[in-house]
T-cell receptor, first 115, second 117 residues
Framework: AQSVTQLGSHVSVSEGALVLLRCNYS??????LFWYVQYPNQGLQLLLK??????LVKGINGFEAEFKKSETSFHLTKPSAHMSDAAEYFC?????????????FGTGTRLTVIP | EAGVVQSPRYKIIEKKQPVAFWCNPI?????LYWYRQNLGQGPELLIR????????DSQLPKDRFSAERLKGVDSTLKIQPAELGDSAVYLC???????????????FGPGTRLTVL
């Protein structure tokens, strides 16, 4: 069974500061990993995803995430926060063994950017 | 290109009433998903369609929920009768082909926020 834990339901950073959103997964096999962003009253938008290959994945809007198998983590980072980054961020996994692209989401982290 | 369209955006009903949500996926997308997102939680899959076939409905509460995707394009999710605990955001997503392209990207609609009083 797949599960995702996002540490910190709320994270606040100052504009220009480093953004670090944490995600740990539980899986019997290495899953595929995703980060989605949700702006108020909008649907989820894919930021980036890891399937195979290079463990450092670059996404849109300057975000990147690194898959660390030994730590079962897929933390999301951005060197310098912008006001427009304020949103809800969801980490998700899919199970390669099920043969389907069903996503299992974490509970989300709300990012606040302080001017 | 238009994204995933959902309607209505908001719906307020009294308990025991029926309600329906509509979704039009991105043109050409064969796979359609319905998710429920409770307050403060991540989305949870309710049902997945490959064309007009429901291939995974294991999380759909079948006593009161039903869904259809006639002609393999748009889809309707229905609740009858609604309960207080059904208050949530119902999200629709679509992807090109959830089976053949294993890590196919899912594109989400804005959701329907349901409030059951």
């Amino acid at each position: 069974a797949q599960s995702v834990t996002q540490l910190g339901s709320h994270v606040s950073v100052s504009e220009g500061a480093l953004v670090l959103l944490r995600c740990n997964y539980s899986s019997s096999v290495p899953p595929y990993l995703f980060w989605y962003v949700q702006y108020p009253n909008q649907g989820l938008q894919l930021l980036l995803k890891y399937t195979t290959g290079a463990t450092l994945v670059k996404g849109i809007n300057g975000f990147e995430a690194e898959f660390k198998k030994s730590e079962t983590s897929f933390h999301l980072t951005k060197p310098s926060a912008h006001m427009s980054d304020a949103a809800e961020y969801f980490c998700a996994v899919s199970d390669p063994q099920t043969g389907a692209n069903n996503l299992f989401f974490g509970t989300g982290t709300r990012l606040t950017v302080i001017p | 290109e238009a994204g995933v369209v959902q309607s209505p955006r908001y719906k307020i009903i009294e308990k025991k009433q029926p309600v329906a949500f509509w979704c039009n996926p991105i043109s050409g997308h064969n796979t359609l998903y319905w998710y429920r997102q409770n307050l403060g939680q991540g989305p949870e899959l309710l049902i997945r369609y490959e064309n007009e076939e429901a291939v995974d409905d294991s999380q759909l509460p079948k006593d009161r929920f039903s869904a259809e995707r006639l002609k393999g394009v748009d889809s309707t999710l229905k609740i009858q009768p609604a309960e207080l605990g059904d208050s949530a955001v119902y999200l629709c997503a679509s992807s090109l082909d959830g089976l053949a392209v294993f890590t196919d990207t899912q594109y989400f609609g804005p959701g329907t926020r349901l409030t059951v009083l």
